[in-house]
């Protein structure tokens, strides 16, 4: 009896946050994000639908943590680089990472519960803009 159990657990990776955001990631790059859904990442995972939700409180939930998977994919220079070169290396990894996820532009407009992984983006960018001698106002309608 333990042997099989063993095995069975060998089958199936646990649950956790990590694993659903990544897997919803997959399927959002390979379907759209239209596609997904609680039930369609379930079955990506091999897993019953309910069981996302001990780790996830619902599907904004996932869009959450997927904007903040995709932000940190966006390469941010060193704070000491000048302002200029900061904000144009960045915008090329912006570039970059949002033409390999083309489905986020609309999710990350409408989240509206910020994170640690949002607010240190936007506090490198902000600070970036105020080190090349922006003004507070002018900073932040650069960024937004």
Do not use: C
């Not at 079955?43 to 939700?53: D, P, Q």
């Not at 943590?65 to 904000?87: C, F, K, N, S, Y």
């Not at 936007?122 to 003004?135: D, H, I, M």
């Amino acid at each position: 009896m333990a042997a099989r159990k063993k095995a069975v657990s060998r089958k199936h990776k646990p649950l956790s946050i990590d694993r659903i955001l990544h897997a919803a990631l997959a399927l959002a790059d390979k379907d759209g994000i239209e596609a997904l859904s609680m039930r369609t990442l379930a079955a990506k995972l091999n897993v019953e639908a309910m069981s996302l939700y001990k780790h996830v409180a619902n599907k904004e939930a996932v869009f959450d943590g997927l904007v903040d998977l995709v932000i940190a994919e966006i390469e941010l220079p060193p704070e000491q680089t000048p302002w200029r070169e900061a904000m144009h290396s960045r915008a090329i990894s912006a570039r970059r990472v949002i033409f390999k996820h083309p489905w986020i532009a609309p999710i990350f407009e409408s989240r509206r519960n910020p994170s640690t992984v949002r607010m240190a983006y936007a506090n490198a960018v902000l600070g970036f803009l105020r080190r090349g001698g922006l003004s507070v106002e002018q900073s932040y309608r650069a960024f937004v």
